[in-house]
T-cell receptor, first 109, second 115 residues
Framework: QKEVEQNSGPLSVPEGAIASLNCTYS??????FFWYRQYSGKSPELIMS????GDKEDGRFTAQLNKASQYVSLLIRDSQPSDSATYLC?????????FGQGTRLTINP | GAVVSQHPSRVICKSGTSVKIECRSL??????MFWYRQFPKQSLMLMAT?????????EQGVEKDKFLINHASLTLSTLTVTSAHPEDSSFYIC???????????FGSGTQLSVL
């Protein structure tokens, strides 16, 4: 059974601080990893994709991948109240993804 | 960016009726589309992979006779929930990927409520 595990939270972070979201996966064959943001009642929105070991930065977001440890993370710098949402980690290949259960993040003003 | 349109956004129906949900890729051709179901405060669970011109591939535990999938063209896949019951009430989401691209684009989702 291919699994992606996340801490469901909730994770509370003060505005302006760094939010750190973590994810582990069981399938060593997974090639692609994604972070999605989902607001309540809405469909997921792609935030970051990462395919190789190391860090990938895009604006306030940094994704980190460590294939040896089967670990993916997402850092959100200068957190804003609008970042409050559920963040889904997903891994897989050829577009077929396995999703984690999501981490609920709350940014406190 | 690529756009996936899903319709309707919300359905309320009586138990025993059938409901059809449409998923369209608006600016690209999608040979494969995916259907997910999401219960409150839970993650997305893949139900089936919809393949253009062939039968859908269902995940373990998903009844293919209850959740009918048709992918008749490169831009349209439909999911029909047959004889819906209250336990089928959920958020249904489709996704599609542009050919050769790893990224998936999601439809806006359909909230199904069966009374």
């Amino acid at each position: 059974q291919k699994e992606v595990e996340q801490n469901s939270g909730p994770l509370s972070v003060p505005e302006g601080a760094i939010a750190s979201l973590n994810c582990t996966y069981s399938d060593r064959g997974s090639q692609s990893f994604f972070w999605y943001r989902q607001y309540s009642g809405k469909s997921p929105e792609l935030i970051m994709s990462i395919y190789s070991n190391g860090d990938k930065e895009d604006g306030r977001f940094t994704a980190q991948l460590n294939k040896a440890s089967q670990y993916v993370s997402l850092l959100i710098r200068d957190s804003q109240p609008s970042d409050s949402a559920t963040y889904l980690c997903a891994g897989g290949g050829a577009q077929k993804l396995v999703f984690g259960q999501g981490t609920r993040l709350t940014i406190n003003p | 960016g690529a756009v996936v349109s899903q319709h309707p956004s919300r359905v309320i129906c009586k138990s025993g009726t059938s409901v059809k949900i449409e998923c369209r890729s608006l600016d690209f051709q999608a040979t494969t589309m995916f259907w997910y179901r999401q219960f409150p405060k839970q993650s997305l669970m893949l139900m089936a992979t919809s393949n253009e011109g062939s039968k859908a591939t269902y995940e373990q535990g998903v009844e293919k006779d209850k959740f009918l999938i048709n992918h008749a063209s490169l831009t349209l896949s439909t999911l029909t929930v047959t004889s819906a019951h209250p336990e089928d009430s959920s958020f249904y989401i489709c996704s599609a990927g542009d050919r050769g691209r790893e990224k998936l684009f999601f439809g806006s989702g359909t909230q199904l409520s069966v009374l």
